[in-house]
């Protein structure tokens, strides 16, 4: 058995014949790591990070915090001795906070032996005869497994924009997907950001603080809600872990993974006034609630969402003291329907004299240049310029790993037109492929740490299923794939979530095809695994052991 390294190093070179090969350090490698150990199975995770942590590792950028649903409810919710043990210390934990979490999991539950760090899997083969993958990483190992599990994550194929001259910048140049390990100065510099999406909201007030002068190049305006970050109230914490088993059923049962009892009530039905105070009570306190704790039809209806978004459109007015700047940072979509942010100061940020903002619609940028970035307007001066600019998200990793599968199909042939998958866990033509929050799951709309826990326990199960009954592969059957694609559809159709262009439709990504890759039944998606299960995996197709599978096993 090998040692256990410390945080940040790679263990030894990985044997070359495994059970399972997991791919991604994260919430949900790390817990299918413990899942499938529970099965005896011999497991080697891969990730190209320093650390664990998954997006938490690579996503150390000024400002980067949890957003929902918070502390003490974002983290592992299948162990109670793992909830009491670690403390957070605040209700929206910051990026360090939630890496040391993770750190402190992975030394908790001896995973680190298992975890190949600063390894990259750079091919995945299956052997139809053997029913095996052969994974190749970029430290040279060459390793056959039956089962592959991408746990690659959600948001984290950074979306490096495609802007004329950007590689000739002089100066220092980061993505916040991709942020340096070390600590980034911006005292006494000129700093240009591009993006204000999530990362880009959280990052600016930071950045403004420090930074001699800071220019916002501004894509599309975002509504923005105060965290309302606090320290968290240890009488509250010793509550919540004394009733966890209940707060555990509860978020499993919530559409998004909540730790609170949805809105049962109509925006709609409120007086004017009695909606004002209402969602004041919520802006006030802080965090998303505003928007899922408040009434039910928000997300459903577009009357009642434009109470909520009259509502921030008006404090945008309030804060932002120039009336052009606030103009020029009010949002024209249906509120909720790209990615909900929550901020620490962020409108009152552009009230100081060091912040410029660009509107990009109305002065676009016609190249990067040694010196700054030149807009149809002119020339931006600048030491530093950050790209605050997204994620190829939801699908954008899986095809960037691009594993071959039967008759050396690869993934993004198999994309080509639609991401069409069975149940988002698994895809047919790829036997023995798992998914950990893929497209067509809940993934990035549900609590992310719950949603991997549940995916990962229904993937343990299978592959117990499968041998228990001496199957040697399992896939997709003719016609689900289609199916469920109709399903995921139609269950967005009764939102108001693909009325609008946004990432999860993948409109941020140039040439990538529209398809809303998230579904939305939330609790109900979770309790359509366990009927699949239940009825001996109905929707897949199976194939008896071959030899090489049999010999392994025994």
């Known amino acids: 058995m090998s040692q256990n390294p410390t945080p940040g190093q790679p263990s030894a070179t990985a044997p070359p014949s495994l059970d399972a090969v997991v791919i991604g350090a994260g919430f949900g490698g790390m817990y299918a790591l413990h899942c499938l150990r529970e099965l005896g199975l011999s497991v080697r995770v891969f990730d190209d990070a320093v650390s664990v942590g998954g997006t938490w590792s690579w996503n150390r950028y000024p400002g980067a915090r949890v957003d929902f649903p918070g502390g003490p409810f974002y983290c592992y919710t299948f162990s109670e001795d793992l909830v009491r043990e670690w403390d957070w210390t605040e209700t929206q934990p910051d990026q360090p906070s939630v890496l040391a979490y993770l750190n402190f999991v992975a030394d908790r539950l001896d995973l680190r032996r298992d975890i190949q760090l600063q390894t990259r899997v750079t091919a995945a083969q299956y052997d139809e005869a053997a029913q095996r993958w052969t994974i190749q990483t970029s430290t040279g190992d060459r390793v056959s497994a039956q089962f592959l599990l991408c746990a690659v994550g959600t948001l984290s194929a950074a979306n490096r924009p495609d802007i004329p001259g950007l590689d000739s910048f002089a100066g220092e140049c980061f993505h916040t997907g991709h942020w340096p390990q070390h600590k980034v100065d911006f005292a006494g510099k000129r700093v240009g950001i591009i993006g204000t999406g999530s990362s880009g909201v959280q990052a600016i007030p930071v950045i403004a603080r420090s930074s001699a002068h800071l220019t916002v190049f501004q894509r599309t305006p975002q509504y923005a809600i105060p965290a309302g ?21 509860q978020m499993v049962q919530s559409p998004f993974g909540a730790p609170f009892v949805p809105s049962t009530c109509s925006a709609l039905d409120d007086t004017p006034q009695q909606r004002q105070a209402l969602y004041e009570k919520h802006w006030q306190k802080g965090g998303l609630g505003i928007a899922f704790d408040t009434y039910h039809d928000i997300l459903f209806n577009a009357d009642a969402n434009r109470t909520l978004a009259d509502f921030v459109c008006a404090k945008i007015r309030r804060i932002v003291r120039d009336p052009v700047i606030a103009e020029k940072l009010m949002p024209d979509y ?17 009230n100081r004299d060091n912040v410029s903002l660009v509107d990009l619609r109305e002065d676009p940028i016609e190249a990067v240049t040694p010196t700054g970035v030149r807009t149809r307007g002119g020339e931006h001066p600048l030491d530093m310029l950050i790209l605050a600019t997204g994620y190829d998200a939801i699908t954008g990793a899986l095809q960037n790993l691009n594993p071959r599968g039967r008759g050396g199909l690869t993934l993004k042939e198999a994309w080509a037109e639609r991401f069409s998958t069975y149940l988002g866990m698994a895809i047919r033509g790829f036997p023995n492929l798992f998914m950990i929050h893929g497209p067509q799951t809940p993934s990035v709309l549900f609590n992310m740490p719950l949603g991997a826990e549940l995916e990962a326990e229904w993937i343990r199960d299978c592959i117990g299923y499968l041998r228990e009954h001496r199957l040697g592969a399992i896939e997709p059957a003719p016609g689900v794939e289609a199916a469920w694609g109709e399903e995921v559809a139609e269950v967005a159709s009764h939102t108001l979530f693909p009325l609008t262009d946004s990432w999860y439709t993948g409109a941020n990504i140039p040439g990538k095809h529209r398809q809303f890759a998230v579904h939305l039944g939330g609790s109900q998606y979770f309790q359509r695994l366990s009927d699949v299960a239940a009825r001996g995996y109905e929707g897949f197709q199976v194939e008896p052991e071959s030899v090489a599978v049999s010999a392994q096993r025994t």
């Open 229 to 249: 970050n606090r320290p968290l109230d240890p009488a509250f914490v010793r509550q919540i872990r004394d009733i966890w088993p209940q707060i555990r059923r």
């Open 334 to 350: 249906l509120i909720g329907t790209k990615r909900l942010i929550l901020d620490e100061g962020y409108y009152e940020t552009f």
